[in-house]
């Protein structure tokens, strides 16, 4: 008798819920938005998913939350990190990958994933929105175009504009005063996914190149993020087809694995995670003390590596 499991990724602005078989083929997913954190989207992601499938509640086994909300799942059996979530799902998705970057909406990630698709070591900006989707917000407010825009949008413009603020709270004042100047919004648009770009390299800096690579999460849509990547780490970038449920697929195969009695690795390398995230949230300052508006202030990336004694 066939049987199925759950995923759900509830993260700062989005709800992404996966259904996964016996196999581990992801058979249902949905991806919602609706607001920061949002109990009501958990819900309608979860249902839509189950729908998306063809299968009932009661058919599920077992259900594993992760992301930013991840203690606020309904019926969650048990929580990972997205830390660990993301480099399962990606390694399912695209077999094979050792670099894992995935920009959501409030913070940023770059993942040294090994052949089982664990994690090896990551690094994390979650104390500035710099180069997240909020920041790809602030743009597009500030430029007066939607945010699905500003993608294309950079990639029609010159990129040889100075972008000195790679702080959110001060972005909005320099592009406007950008366009106060006379400067073209596709210039200011192609200018700060360079900027974000090289802000992103220094992350992975701290967790080593490697290839094959893949973005996931929500900026991954935006071609010019990707593009710009590519450029400052000189190799391809890949997208995959669905970035936004990589998270959620991959709390779905570890409620498979845990199902089926499998997941004592994985479990010990994401109690490594959760202990280190614990330790850097313990000893955070607000979102931009002492911020400077350059972006390179205090609260940057921090690498936070794992033992991976097997």
Known sequence: MSWYVLGV???????????????????????VQMGAVSRDAVVIAMDRALGDAGVSARDIKRTISTGYGRKLVPGADRSFTEITCHAR????????????????GQDSKAIAVDDYGLVERFAMNDRCASG????????ARALEVDVSEIGPLA???ADGLEVSS????FAETEVISMLAQGQEKADIAASVHKAVAARTLGLIAQVGKATPTVMTGGVARNEAARHYLERVLRHPVQVLAQPQIAGAYGAGLLARDEFQGSLSRAKERDATAKDQLAQ????????????DGTGDHDHGPVPLTLNTGR
Do not use: Y
Request: glycine share 16%.
């Open 155 to 157: 990639m029609s413009g």
């Open 166 to 169: 790679m702080c959110a709270t």
């Open 280 to 291: 850097r949230e313990a000893g955070r300052k607000p979102q931009c003390a002492g911020c």
């Open 9 to 31: 990724d509830l993260g700062s602005t989005t709800a992404k819920a996966a259904v996964v078989d016996q196999d581990g083929t992801l058979v249902g997913s949905s991806v």
């Open 132 to 139: 997240t989707g909020r920041f790809f917000d602030v743009l």
């Open 89 to 104: 799902g990606a390694a399912a998705m695209h077999p094979g990958v050792r670099l894992v970057i995935d920009i959501g």
